[in-house]
């Protein structure tokens, strides 16, 4: 009669019942427990206090040695609540939650004693028992940004990663309103990151990197303004010229050619004769640059030290033939 009560217990209740950690009289109480299982996490996603409907909720006894088992389980409606019922008065009890969401693992654990009415149980990103990356990116005043992009590579040899771009990132990641942006259970290695985010058609940039072990690495990148180069092409009499050609060198051997062939990159004055680029690995830069109308060609050429902040000059062009 005994064991058709605890059967029928566990049907009722809608709960497993596990015979690992089973005592004679699991259910021979009139006590419970009852509570409200919610949900923390500012890591993965803005959710600060959020219910947590239709989840799996295990109790078990505090006193046991195992860790894994469970004897009851049951589901929370749709606000969250469950309950525990039968359970001995005076009994101390483990309620536990895990879940693995999105490749993230969530998990939750208090101790009652039983009776207990309005037990809260917050689930939040478990720290203990996976790795990865967690990331918080701030502008250059310290304040966290949103819409911040991450590109990780798994190597500094990518060329994306030397370029500062995104081409042959492992990752790309866009931080939330809180500036976090994050990724886990990945491999134990290093990291490399470019960051970057336009602000009023600046682009501010970081690079940076870390090592990811066995447990979740908390970092934060701080986005600085950019460094570059930039021109303003003008003719002998002082007037901007759009539409011209800068091919800007690395090598001076390359440079010296009269020729754009080679080229680092190359870049093209707007409607007021402006041409910028951002973020350059600091080095000395070659710059030639040639602008036609009809027949006629006019060239300039220049020298620029690239650091760490923006420089500024001016090209003025000669008529070549």
Not at 132 to 143: I, R
């Amino acid at each position: 009669m005994k064991l058709l009560f605890i059967l029928t217990s566990c049907v009722l209740l809608f709960s497993v019942c596990n015979k690992d950690q089973m005592p004679n009289d699991y259910l021979a109480g009139d006590e419970y427990v009852r509570g409200r299982l919610f949900l923390l996490d500012t890591f993965t996603q803005q959710a600060v206090g959020q219910p947590l409907a239709k989840k799996k909720v295990t109790i078990s006894l505090a006193s046991a040695t195992d860790t894994v088992n469970y004897f009851l389980s049951t589901e929370t409606d749709d606000n969250g609540y469950f309950v525990f019922q039968n359970l001995k008065k005076d009994t101390n009890y483990i309620v536990r939650y895990q879940e693995t969401v999105g490749g993230v693992i969530y998990s939750a654990r208090r101790t009652v004693t039983a009776p207990f009415d309005t037990l809260r149980i917050t689930a939040e990103v478990a720290q203990g028992s996976q790795n990865g990356l967690q990331l918080t990116v701030l502008d250059p005043s310290g304040a966290v940004v949103k819409g911040a992009k991450v590109c990780v590579f798994n190597s500094a040899s990518i060329a994306g990663y030397n370029t500062n771009g995104c081409d042959g990132n492992t990752y790309e990641l866009t931080t939330d309103i809180a500036g976090h942006a994050s990724k886990y259970a990945i491999p134990q290695q290093k990291y490399y990151f470019n960051a970057k985010l336009e602000v009023n058609g600046i682009p501010l940039f970081a690079k940076d990197s870390v090592v990811v072990g066995s447990s979740i690495k908390f970092h934060t990148i701080q986005l600085k303004n950019p460094n570059g180069m930039q021109f303003t092409v003008m003719d002998s009499l002082g007037t901007r010229l759009p539409n011209a050609s800068l091919c800007v060198f690395t090598s001076l051997a390359l440079f010296q050619r009269d020729t754009c062939e080679g080229r680092s990159f190359q870049l093209t004055s707007s409607a007021n004769g402006s041409a910028i680029q951002y973020n350059l690995p600091p080095s000395r830069y070659y710059i030639y640059c040639t602008y036609q109308t009809g027949s006629f060609i006019w060239v300039a050429r220049d020298t620029m030290d690239i650091g760490s902040q923006l420089s500024h000059d001016t090209l003025y062009l000669r008529k070549k033939y």
